[in-house]
């Protein structure tokens, strides 16, 4: 399992919860990114099999 939380841009910084439950995520050994940035998101869920490499952002 695969967590991702999108941020807008500007508002990059993850709460004090949401930083305690992204710990807690990859303890557990699940997978967990957070950005603001879509590229980096989409490529990111390309290389892990998630979406298929065709997928394109527009």
């Known amino acids: 399992m695969f ?4 941020k807008r841009r500007g ?4 709460s004090e919860t949401q930083a305690e ?3 807690h995520l990859m303890a ?3 997978g967990y ?4 940035d879509v590229n980096d998101a ?3 869920l ?4 998630i979406l ?3 997928i394109e952002v527009q």
């Open 3 to 6: 967590w991702l939380e999108l």
């Open 42 to 44: 989409v490529a990111t």
């Open 28 to 30: 557990c050994g699940f």
């Open 21 to 23: 439950m992204a710990s």
């Open 52 to 54: 298929r490499s065709n």
């Open 46 to 49: 390309k290389h892990l099999g």
């Open 11 to 14: 508002m990059g910084r993850l």
């Open 33 to 36: 990114l957070c950005t603001s």
